[in-house]
């Protein structure tokens, strides 16, 4: 891999890509401004330059680094669609949505909510850190005035709508029974299958869809699509004390009617929208915001049902919307008006009923994915309207991710069942066109030509199956640059940024944030860790070992019987095996404090927080075989042999 010492800066947009920009000017809307007069609508007060520090002084949140988004004309380097949601989402600040409703937006990617109660407020998705949650309710209560905290509600299981909840409740109160903190039924559980289990990979890939580690500019990273980036502060987790169970609920939180209506399976796993009768406003968490969302995205997830999402719009379009005065979300700006509220919520629900439809039809007449995300188009009706524009999810990869759900990785065809690894694919692909030489000379004849895709896909076969031929990794690099430029989607165009950058310098060593959360792991239940303790088991070091451990936690009144055997780690709950080679007895904090590396099993033996009862040995012997995960991994060439 190649050395970060000498960063080499990006280039100018080509002639190509400034004619697609130019076409761009040309076919979309941009002399509406009704957005751009929502998103400043009820607006109170802000921070100079909205910049945040954690205790250390270290800025985790900064929108000076984006004052170059104060120029309304897009640059050569930016899609002009993206350059104008760019600027939208550098509206920043307190705003009054309506009676009773206030939001903090441009302290982090998300909104924060706030609703005044009786007695105090409902946070509404304290933000992603707790530095820039405690913020931006420093500047709420700046202008509105201190009261206290009744209940922080998380519409779904996301962490930039968890992760800062620390910075506005203590967990103390929670724990007193003074501040109830609600979430839609699996939060924990979705949690755990999202930022557990597969929590390193995805805080990797997400690098290249929010692009926090590129510099900020025309040439570098101007938006996420939802916000402009993710904070990179400290990422905390407390515990539900109620869950939304049913599909409806109603429930009166500190005087305040909330109807809940549970929407699993869409944006995320485990989310909920919610309607205030009392207030005439309809809270739709991240199912309907100004861009057409991810049914998969690119960071990785698991393939979200568009059919079942598009339902859920129309339902709550059906029961609420014709009642409500204004619509809001999670993230971006308020819709008001009714006329103008049942048309947003019915172009929502159209863009992801149509997006499932066609696609399923498709195929039905056995296209394949891509064949598919190259034909399907937006219908005319929409292709114009701003809220549906792929800012972030994308026709393209959507298209995709519905075949995925359907239809699975496989297209059918018995040569693509079973084919080579990248780096034998390269080097036998790059042999049969010429070498790397004559492949390199052709694409630099497309590249010119505008064929910015294939010159990418072709040089990244030379890359893997040589990663040290400098030719293709530059022209790589310049390929990706320009598609990166081009696009409308600022995932995707963060994805080919990051990709040039790595290209040119080298996997960047400053990490956004910790892989998985203290607070997260302190959090899982039992069963949720031994979970997360199951993929971290090396299955090659583990071949031929039988190890059996019962497990007590008194502070819990919970046992269970933990079993390796045939290189898998299983456990039963409620049991008591007899044949057990070592019970383990300690509480459930001892069991974080190992995980998250604050003490040693020998140590924690040592100062009798774990009693032993039995080979001892055997419960060192199956620590010895968890992998530690590294978090840096290569994504645009081969892996190094550990």
């Known amino acids: 891999m190649m050395s970060e010492r000498h960063t080499e800066q990006p280039k100018e947009a080509t002639p190509v890509t400034q004619d697609r920009h130019r076409a761009v000017l040309t076919s979309l809307p941009f002399d509406d401004t009704r957005d751009f007069d929502d998103a400043s609508r009820g607006f109170i007060t802000s921070l100079p330059d909205v910049e945040i520090h954690n205790d250390r002084g270290r800025v985790i949140w900064s929108l000076r680094e984006y004052a170059f988004l104060t120029h309304e004309a897009a640059p050569p380097t930016v899609n002009p669609s993206l350059w104008r949601q760019a600027r939208l989402n550098m509206n920043n600040g307190l705003y009054r949505v309506t009676d009773r409703i206030y939001q903090v937006r441009g302290f982090d990617i998300s909104n924060m909510t706030i609703i005044e109660g009786e007695r105090g407020l409902i946070i509404i998705d304290p933000l992603v850190s707790a530095e820039t949650a405690r913020a931006a309710l420093d500047l709420y209560v700046a202008h509105r005035g201190q009261r206290p905290i009744t209940a922080v509600i998380y519409s779904h299981s996301h962490v930039d709508h968890y992760g800062g909840v620390k910075g506005v409740i203590d967990e103390a109160d929670v724990r007193a029974g003074h501040v109830a903190v609600i979430a839609p039924d699996r939060f924990l559980e979705e949690i755990t299958q999202e930022q557990v289990l597969v929590g390193g990979p995805m805080i990797r890939r997400a690098q290249f869809q929010f692009g926090a580690t590129l510099f900020k500019g025309p040439r570098g990273q101007v938006d996420a699509g939802l916000g402009k980036v993710v904070s990179r502060g400290t990422v905390t987790l407390i515990a539900p004390t109620q869950i939304i169970r049913e599909p409806v609920e109603v429930h009166s939180i500190d005087g305040v009617e909330i109807v809940f209506q549970l929407t699993p399976d869409t944006e995320a796993k485990a989310e909920m929208h919610m309607y205030y009768p009392g207030l005439k406003a309809l809270n739709l968490a991240e199912n309907v915001t100004h861009n057409l969302h991810n049914i998969y995205p690119i960071r990785g997830a698991q393939v979200r049902d568009a059919n079942a999402w598009a339902k859920y719009i129309d339902e709550a379009r059906d029961r609420y919307a014709s009642e409500a005065e204004v619509v809001f979300a999670q993230h971006h700006w308020p819709i008001w008006g009714k006329a103008r509220i049942m048309d947003y ?298």
């Open 345 to 642: 919520l019915a172009k929502q629900r159209d863009v992801y009923k149509y997006l499932h439809d066609q696609t399923v039809r498709l195929i039905n007449y056995g296209l394949k994915a891509t064949e598919i995300a190259e034909q399907l188009t937006m219908p005319q009706s929409l292709e114009n309207e701003w809220p549906v524009r792929g800012y972030y999810g994308t026709l393209s990869h959507n298209a995709k991710s519905v075949y995925q759900r359907y239809i699975g990785w496989y297209d059918a065809n018995p040569a693509h069942l079973n084919p080579l690894p990248p780096s034998e694919r390269g080097a036998k692909l790059i042999a049969y066109m010429g070498g790397e030489a004559a492949a390199i000379a052709k694409a630099r004849e497309d590249f010119a030509g505008g064929e910015y895709r294939w010159v990418a896909e072709i040089m990244s076969e030379i890359i893997f199956a040589n990663p040290a031929n400098p030719e293709a990794r530059h022209l790589a690099a310049d390929a990706l640059e320009q598609l990166g430029y081009q696009a409308e989607s600022a995932t995707w165009r963060n994805a080919y940024l990051q990709g040039a950058y790595e290209l040119r310098n080298g996997i960047p060593q400053n990490l956004m944030r910790a892989p998985i959360s203290a607070d997260v792991v302190r959090t899982l239940t039992i069963p949720l860790f031994f979970d997360y303790l199951a993929v971290r088991l090396n299955g090659l070091k583990a071949e031929g070992k039988h190890i059996v451990i019962n497990w007590v936690f008194p502070d819990l009144a919970e046992r269970y019987v933990l079993n390796l055997e045939n290189c898998a780690l299983t456990y039963l709950a409620g049991r008591t095996a007899d044949n057990a080679h070592v019970t383990v007895t300690l509480a459930r904090p001892v069991l974080s404090q190992l995980v998250l590396q604050q003490t040693t099993l020998t140590d924690a033996i040592h100062e009798d927080t774990i009693a032993l009862d039995g080979d001892g040995g055997k419960l060192s012997e199956l620590f010895e075989l968890i992998d530690e995960f590294r978090f840096m991994f290569p994504i645009l060439e081969p892996r190094q042999a550990s």
